[in-house]
């Protein structure tokens, strides 16, 4: 069965550990700019939000990318940008609703959640429970 990111905003304390987290796991150093996953904060709303790609049923990112660098398999559903073909030409970035597709300027890559082969970093340590890994459907 295929698993999904489950996001409870209402239990997102704004700690920004799973940026931390991810950033380590895929560049061995702590830099939330290097991270797959956001949170947002909205200090008039008073909310912190964890953005990640949710490998959309049609994703933005996918058909704006001129370059065919970005794909999603599809049994995985998990999104790739093959850095060879991308132009960074950013469409991607401003494709995508949810603001998952980010630009990691020191490796001068576009950068989107790969659930880290399954077993998503950012779960593991998000205490409060606000990014859950579950079974879809």
């Known amino acids: 069965m295929t698993k999904v990111f489950l996001i409870n905003t209402d239990k997102c304390t704004g700690c920004k ?3 931390l987290a991810c950033s380590f796991c895929k560049t061995d150093s702590f830099k939330p700019s290097a991270s797959r996953i956001r949170i947002k904060l909205s200090t008039k ?3 912190a939000a964890p953005q990640v790609c949710l490998q959309c049923e049609t994703c933005l990112c996918v058909e704006a990318c001129q370059e065919g660098a970005i794909s999603k ?4 559903g998990v999104v790739t940008i093959e850095q060879s073909k991308c132009t960074r030409c950013k469409e991607c970035i401003f494709a ?3 603001g998952a597709v980010s630009h990691d300027e020191d490796k001068d890559e576009i950068i989107v959640c790969d659930r880290c082969g399954g077993n ?3 779960v593991k340590i998000c205490f409060p429970g606000a990014i859950e890994w579950v079974d879809k459907g």
């Open 17 to 19: 550990l799973c940026e």
């Open 45 to 47: 709303k008073g909310i």
């Open 73 to 76: 398999d599809k049994i995985t």
């Open 96 to 98: 995508c609703p949810y």
């Open 120 to 122: 998503p970093e950012c």
